[in-house]
């Protein structure tokens, strides 16, 4: 059976840490990974990895892929209040479908 | 330019009702999503479509029908609304089978039964 598993499911820490989020997958025909951030509604796209070991950055997000262990971590550093959300993991499974993880609940505490 | 806009934003529907919640496009992609969103589950197809007049099913199907008479709109039926369909509902768009990367969401309809 085709799986996302993210680690982990919730996350609380200050504001200025260092947080890790883990992605591991388990699914037929592998295209792509792709990272979301969903505040209070619709999911709004961050990275899509698809190639090992090439890290994407965003500011104070970054993320990597090992297709080897077949895992994804998304990191953010020097955290804000502002990066409270979900995180979603989704694999791009074949040509048409997503398969999303459960997501992690990030909290960030001034 | 809307975007993807889904009607309504909430509903409350008694247990054996119907409903059709509406996912309009005007970006003229050509898959279209219906995914479900419960806590601590991430979100879980329900049905797809890769073009006009197709439909697939996903991940959980079972209680629910769909129809893509137009390229812009993804109709998602319950025929009799159970308890267990409470959920956030999020309609998702994709160009075309290369643009991994451009699945746009929808608002999201939150649907309460009762």
């Known amino acids: 059976e085709d799986k996302v598993v993210q680690s982990p499911l919730s996350l609380v820490v200050h504001e200025g840490d260092t947080v890790t989020l883990n992605c591991s997958y388990e699914?037929?025909?592998?295209?792509?990974l792709l990272w979301y951030k969903q505040e209070k509604k619709a999911p709004t796209f961050l990275f899509m990895l698809?190639?090992?070991?090439i890290e994407k950055k965003s500011g104070r997000l970054s993320s990597i892929l090992d297709k080897k262990e077949l895992f994804s971590i998304l990191n953010i550093t020097a955290t804000q209040t502002g990066d409270s959300a979900i995180y979603l993991c989704?694999?791009?499974?074949?040509?048409?479908?997503?398969?999303f993880g459960q997501g992690t609940r990030l909290t960030i505490n001034p | 330019n809307a975007g993807v806009t889904q009607t309504p934003k909430f509903r409350v529907l008694k247990t054996g009702q119907s409903m059709t919640l509406l996912c309009a496009q005007d970006?003229?992609?050509?898959?279209m999503y219906w995914y479900r969103q419960d806590p601590g589950m991430g979100l879980r197809l329900i049905h797809y479509?890769?073009?006009?007049?197709?439909?697939a099913k996903g991940e959980v199907p079972d209680g629910y029908n769909v129809s893509r008479l137009k390229k812009q709109n993804f109709l998602l039926g319950l025929e009799s609304a159970a308890p267990s369909q409470t959920s956030v509902y999020f309609c998702?768009?994709?160009?075309?089978?290369?643009?991994?990367?451009?699945?746009?969401f929808g608002p999201g309809t939150r649907l309460t039964v009762l």
């Open positions: 998702a768009t994709r160009k075309d089978t290369y643009s991994y990367n451009e699945q746009f």
């Open positions: 699914v037929t025909n592998f295209r792509s």
């Open positions: 698809t190639s090992s070991g």
């Open positions: 989704a694999v791009i499974q074949g040509a048409q479908k997503l398969v």
């Open positions: 970006m003229n992609h050509e898959y």
């Open positions: 479509s890769v073009g006009e007049g197709t439909t």
